[in-house]
T-cell receptor, first 114, second 109 residues
Framework: DSGVTQTPKHLITATGQRVTLRCSPR?????VYWYQQSLDQGLQFLIQ???????AKGNILERFSAQQFPDLHSELNLSSLELGDSALYFC?????????????FGQGTRLTVV | SQQGEEDPQALSIQEGENATMNCSYK?????LQWYRQNSGRGLVHLIL?????REKHSGRLRVTLDTSKKSSSLLITASRAADTASYFC?????????FGTGTSLTVIP
């Protein structure tokens, strides 16, 4: 168990809908990273938050947004969903703000858009 | 894209044999990490090698890094069926991790 909790584990929704994925980082970790894993794109970095502030941005679509709350949990909001958004979404956490340390991954949320 | 690449894409070996997988990247890096992913599950950190290191060992794992060639390799010695998984390298530059495309390893008992 990595200590990172993601909910829900599975989500099925229709095109055009909006969903929220939740991540609780390991106790004491200040950074949260979000990744999307699909068969054709591999693991894509979406966004990083550090202690409540956006730290780095990757290939995140404008339809997607994230935030990190004062208790350090994070939410990834996906809106106007398309079939191509079907993927595994991972959250990871690390103690510091840089990418020079080990990241601990949650078990992921499998999103299916129908 | 700054995504790394790994080869081979898939590797099948007999239990007890060694498995070697390679990773290449395009930019200068702070460090490089290797992760394992069992089917559809989260990634588990295996080892981190810093840009000023050339080789690192952890149990049955040996990682090398050649920054001049922008490449790294992961060697798993005396493989076990439980090593069956996908293996990803991730290089960090700035504040971002970039993952490779992964190598799917199958260890046949």
């Amino acid at each position: 168990d990595s200590g990172v909790t993601q909910t829900p584990k599975h989500l099925i929704t229709a095109t055009g809908q909006r969903v929220t994925l939740r991540c609780s980082p390991r106790s004491g970790d200040l950074s949260v990273y979000w990744y999307q894993q699909s068969l054709d794109q591999g693991l894509q970095f979406l966004i990083q938050y550090y202690n409540g502030e956006e730290r780095a941005k990757g290939n995140i679509l404008e339809r997607f947004s994230a935030q990190q709350f004062p208790d350090l949990h994070s939410e990834l909001n996906l809106s106007s969903l398309e079939l191509g958004d079907s993927a595994l979404y991972f959250c990871a956490s690390s103690p510091g703000g840089g990418a020079g340390t080990e990241a601990f991954f949650g078990q992921g949320t499998r999103l299916t858009v129908v | 894209s700054q995504q790394g690449e790994e080869d081979p894409q898939a590797l099948s070996i007999q239990e007890g044999e060694n498995a070697t997988m390679n990773c290449s990247y395009k930019t200068s890096i702070n460090n490089l990490q290797w992760y394992r992913q069992n089917s559809g599950r989260g990634l588990v950190h295996l080892i981190l090698i810093r840009s000023n290191e050339r080789e690192k060992h952890s149990g049955r794992l040996r990682v090398t890094l050649d920054t001049s060639k922008k490449s790294s390799s992961l060697l798993i010695t005396a493989s076990r069926a439980a090593d069956t998984a996908s293996y990803f390298c991730a290089h960090s530059t700035g504040n971002q991790f970039y993952f490779g495309t992964g190598t799917s390893l199958t260890v046949i008992p």
